[in-house]
């Protein structure tokens, strides 16, 4: 599966935008999806999990009350709504499947491209 990441831009602190994962190429709605940020100079970072039925989530603390997660297998896509932005939101925002629900980056493989948030301030 192939995973294209989009929705990504420059916003306002304060702001909101919602970043779509598009997988193409098998059966996407067999693998749980994840989202993954890197700022510069930062390691990669869990942001936020859905398993493959979308019954099931998870979310990295410091996100959980401002970012959702949600799919819709018929679309073969994974969404994140990320609401009051703020400027260390900055950051190259990846999404990756993985067989089951996780928050660790070494159980996801099919990282698709990035796409950039910029948050100014």
């Known amino acids: 599966v192939q995973l294209q990441a989009s929705g990504g831009g420059l916003v306002q602190a304060r702001g909101s935008l919602r970043l779509s994962c598009a997988g193409s190429g098998g059966t996407f709605s067999r693998y749980a999806t994840g989202w993954f940020r890197q700022a510069p100079g930062k390691e990669r970072e869990h942001v936020a999990s859905i398993s493959w039925s979308g019954g099931s989530t998870y979310y990295a603390d410091s996100m959980k009350d401002r970012f959702t997660i949600s799919r819709d297998n018929a679309k073969n896509t994974v969404y994140l709504q990320m609401n009051s932005l703020k400027p260390e939101d900055t950051a190259v925002y990846y999404c990756?499947?993985?067989?089951?629900?996780?928050?660790?980056?070494?159980?996801?493989?099919?990282w698709g491209q990035g796409t950039l948030v910029t948050v100014s301030s």
């Open positions: 990756a499947l993985s067989w089951s629900l996780s928050k660790e980056k070494t159980d996801f493989a099919s």
